[in-house]
């Protein structure tokens, strides 16, 4: 499972998170593995039940004025019982309350980082959610090409050589968009994979013989697009002879890519097929299973039925004789 250290939120720019550390810089080294956040509420009263491990606590005006209402010696009790429980990942109190002293010390003897925010507890938690859900995303990189054909997304895959760059580049010239050449940088989101440009390379494409071209320079902004759902992955392989192809297509081959299948064609190359029709035509047959339409499965239903009607037929001649 991936985590990221308590440093990276005040480090954090992009969600305006306003943090403060207040004490605990020990704690900062503590790590954060859900996008969940937490209020402690009942657990303040000493109800631990549902406190979970590795989340952040928002300390906001119920939690502040509960403590108020105590006096020192519960107050000291209340947050020791609390911080009872070793993997906690921070406390947050937000709308720039004053911290109570006792908060402090017990979070500096603790080791458990105590920051502030002057937004309020429920814009807080919307913009740390948001941020912990991209910092926590699964991803990787991966050596392929990367295409929005007809509006599907479209991995192609194979060994350095095949025709990967040269197939994008045909499919450009007939406007389809490039999202990235080389590298592709994917992650994983709500249960989807989006790929990019590596920000070094990206709207860049190799083609041997002539070098690097700028895709984006030299079709315009409309040929390429800066990130892009993986709906399809496609496998190009040499054609070999000997080896048996998928002839019907009507059971779905899947390859996983950070947690997440993605439906999977292997598709052999060789001199003569017109790499970029094959492609295009899987999009668009992508798009039918997207609605519900299997034209495989279709079509070995029927044939199927058709036979086991020629059957019935020849069954019943038989009897008929």
Known sequence: MKSIRISQLIEDHDYDLRLTLIAGASGLT??????RIQKPGLALAGFTEHLHPHRVQVFGNTEISYLATLPESRQREALSKLFEEEDLACVVVTKELEI??????ACESGGLALM??????????????????????ESSSLHGV????????ILLLGKSGI????????LVMRAHRLVADDIV??????????GAGNPVIKHHMEIRGLGIINIKDLF????????????????????DPHQEYDRLGVEDK????????????????????????????AARNQLLKLQGHHSAREFAERLNRAIAEGAMRRTLGEEVE
């Open 185 to 194: 940088d994917v992650t994983r989101r709500k249960g989807a994979v989006y």
């Open 100 to 105: 109570p002293p006792v908060l402090v010390t």
């Open 30 to 35: 503590r790590t954060v593995d859900s996008p």
């Open 254 to 281: 899947h390859l996983q890519i950070v947690g997440v299948d993605i439906p999977l064609s292997v598709v052999p190359v060789r001199p003569g097929r017109n790499m970029a029709t094959i492609i295009e035509v």
């Open 163 to 170: 025709g990967k760059s040269e197939i994008a580049l045909d």
């Open 220 to 239: 315009g902004v409309a040929a390429v697009r800066e990130q892009k759902k993986i709906e399809l992955v496609i496998e190009l392989q040499e054609w």
């Open 116 to 137: 502030k925010t002057p937004l309020l507890s429920s814009e807080f938690i919307t913009r740390v959610q948001s941020f912990l859900e991209e910092a926590l995303t």
């Open 146 to 153: 990367l295409m929005d054909v007809f509006g599907v997304g």
